[in-house]
Every structure is written in C-alpha cells, then in structure tokens.
C-alpha cells in the first residue's frame, strides 16, 4: 500500500521518499525511518495528500509541524508523515477589517509570523516567541508561555478531518486543555487558524517578543542544543500548578545521563540529545526521572512531548 501511494505521489509530482530517515526533520533528532515521507510544496499539495490518505482506508499517517514536539521509535515507522508545506504560504496572514482577528496558515512558523504580526500592528500573541514550530502544530498541543496559550487566542481554524472533509470549525472542536487538544494524538490537520489579536504599535510587540525571547535565552538551553523544550507536563501538587523541572532538580537529577541524553544543566525539565541519543535512552531516563520525582515527592510526571510507535501511532 505504501508503494501504491509512492507511485500516486509520484504522478503528482509532489516531492516524497520511501523508507527515509526522520531525525533530520525533528528538533530532538530522535527516530530512525519512517515507511513514507511527504514534503509538499504548496498548501494545494498538501491538501491533495491529505485528502488521498484519508480515503486510503488502514494506512497510518500523521502530520508534522516543525517536528519540535515529537520523538519517532529507533526502527522503522510503517506510516506515511506529511510535512508542513516547506514554502512560504501563497497568502500569507491576513488582517481582518476591524483588527481584531486574522487568519494564517497553519504551515506558517511561529517566529517569522510574529515579525508579520509587529509589522502589521497585531499584537497579544508575543507569547509565542521563541516557542520553535508552525502555528498549526501550537494549536495541536495548545502551545504556550508566560501564562497564555493558543487556547486564549483560537477563534476557530479550516481543517481536514479524519475522513478528508475540509471543515470550519470553532475553537470548541479543539477540546483544549493544558498543553493539548483533540488534535495532538488525532489524525485531523489544522490547514489555517483564525486568531484573535488586540491592535498595537510595531515597537511594543517587538519589545515585547524580544523581552519574551530573553528571558528565556537566560533560563533556557542554548537552541541549538537538540530537545522538544519542556518534557513534561507542570503538574498539580494538592491544586497546586508546579514547575516539574524543580522537582527534578530537588531529585539531583540535573546532568544525570543515558547514553546520549540528559537532564540540562541550565533547566531540568529540558532533556538533551548530545549527539547520538536514540528513543530507547530517552524512554529510559523518562522512567528514571519519573520513579526518583514519584519516590520523593509522591508526584507521577506526564510526558508533553509526543512519541510515535512503529505502526505510526502518536502516544
Ligand atoms: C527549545 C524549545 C523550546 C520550547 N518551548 C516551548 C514553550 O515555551 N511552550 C510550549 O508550549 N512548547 C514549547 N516547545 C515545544 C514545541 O516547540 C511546541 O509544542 C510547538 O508548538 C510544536 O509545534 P510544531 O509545529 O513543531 O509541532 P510538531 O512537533 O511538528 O507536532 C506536534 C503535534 O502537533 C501535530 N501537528 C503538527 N502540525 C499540525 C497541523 N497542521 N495540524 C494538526 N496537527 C498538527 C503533530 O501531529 C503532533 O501531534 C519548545 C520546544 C523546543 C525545542
């Protein structure tokens, strides 16, 4: 079936390879290879591939943003993953009349779009700066910083879902909660969000994402150390949000390694690949840092980073 489909996308001429390392396409460079890989180059590619997928009944398939959320098994993947468009939108965002709102495509990435939203006066969504990714893989984990999320700003989003029917949607469809929704383990794609914005000049939303980007460049691993940001959930400690990096610091886990990956010096909620980590390390000390924060302060960590099994499943 996945030859089938090869052969298909090939015909379209929309750019695919077989068997093809997904690593290079992660910000954690963890997973081995994957059965299909599909780089479309307009939205009108990947609306096509989307819409052949969901009518090709048993085949696995997920999509990709920036791939900065999300870690593959170390062997081969049997899905099909559809990359964000790697073009530029044709349209880029667009402002409604009364300023209030805008539509962007949900292949656009986060930091770009907020250098378009400065300049163009839309402010309230500086909060995503310096959070790497597409805007529609933010809203499938409800992306978020400095006490706001996506889920304070979706109005509504054009998807594709399950059975390949495009469909408007409101912001209720999402299912938001923290650091999820309907979309982060589904199978839907988020073509283009609706966005509330509050109108502002360019200077205060620059400064505003600037002073975002610093403190986290302050408080952060430098980027381009390789991880997925934060790997687990904060979570309540007797209705109390918590910062799970400080449990794991009170553990004395900072630097703890395995294999390639380890607990960052500069945030322990921040796990590092150093060069070679493979998805078997990353399991292993996800559990070992689970069992010594449960041990001392009776807290089970949820992962908010998103693996895929081997059949193409997110979990
Ligand atoms: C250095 C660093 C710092 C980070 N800081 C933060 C932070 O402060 N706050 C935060 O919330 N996150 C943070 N993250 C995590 C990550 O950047 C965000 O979760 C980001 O929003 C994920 O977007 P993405 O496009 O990379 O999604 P991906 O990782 O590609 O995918 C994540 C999920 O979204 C789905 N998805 C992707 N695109 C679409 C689409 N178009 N339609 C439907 N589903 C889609 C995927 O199938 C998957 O389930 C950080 C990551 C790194 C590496």
Not at 116 to 131: H, K, V
Request: aromatic share 6%.
């Amino acid at each position: 079936m996945f030859a089938a489909l090869a052969g298909w996308l090939r015909r379209q001429q929309i750019p695919c390879s077989e068997d093809a390392a997904i690593a290079p396409h992660l910000y954690f460079r963890i997973g081995g290879t994957v059965r299909l890989l599909v780089s479309p180059e307009s939205g009108a590619q990947r609306l096509a591939v989307l819409q052949k997928l969901a009518a090709a009944p048993g085949v696995p398939w997920l999509v990709i943003g920036g791939g900065s959320n999300i870690a593959f098994s170390d062997g081969l993947t049997r899905a099909v993953v559809v990359l964000a468009p790697a073009a530029a939108p044709a349209t880029g965002p667009r402002l409604e009349a009364d300023g209030q709102a805008l539509q962007v495509d949900g292949g656009m990435r986060n930091q770009p779009f907020l250098a378009w939203c400065a300049a163009n006066g839309a402010g309230g969504l500086e909060f995503l700066s310096g959070i790497p990714g597409t805007l529609g893989g933010a809203a499938a984990v409800n992306a978020g910083a400095f006490g706001r999320s996506i889920a304070d700003v979706l109005l509504g989003a054009d998807i594709v879902d399950e059975q390949g029917n495009v469909r408007a949607v409101d912001a209720g469809h999402f299912a938001f909660r923290y650091r999820d929704s309907s979309f982060k383990l589904g199978r839907g794609a988020v073509l283009a969000l609706r966005l509330r914005v509050t109108p502002a000049d360019e200077a205060q939303i620059a400064g505003k994402a600037r002073e975002n980007l610093e403190y986290r460049l302050r408080r952060h691993p430098p980027y381009r150390l390789a991880s997925a940001g934060c790997f687990f959930k904060n979570p309540l400690a007797a209705g109390v949000k918590t910062s799970a990096g400080k449990l794991i610091e009170e553990c004395g886990l900072k630097e703890t390694a395995v294999g390639d990956l380890a607990v960052a010096a500069e945030h322990a909620n921040f796990l590092l690949n150093r060069g070679r980590g493979t998805f078997a390390d990353l399991q292993r000390l996800e559990e070992k840092i689970r069992a010594a924060v449960a041990a001392r302060c009776g807290i089970v960590l949820e992962r908010e980073v998103i693996y895929v099994s081997e059949d193409g499943v997110k979990y």
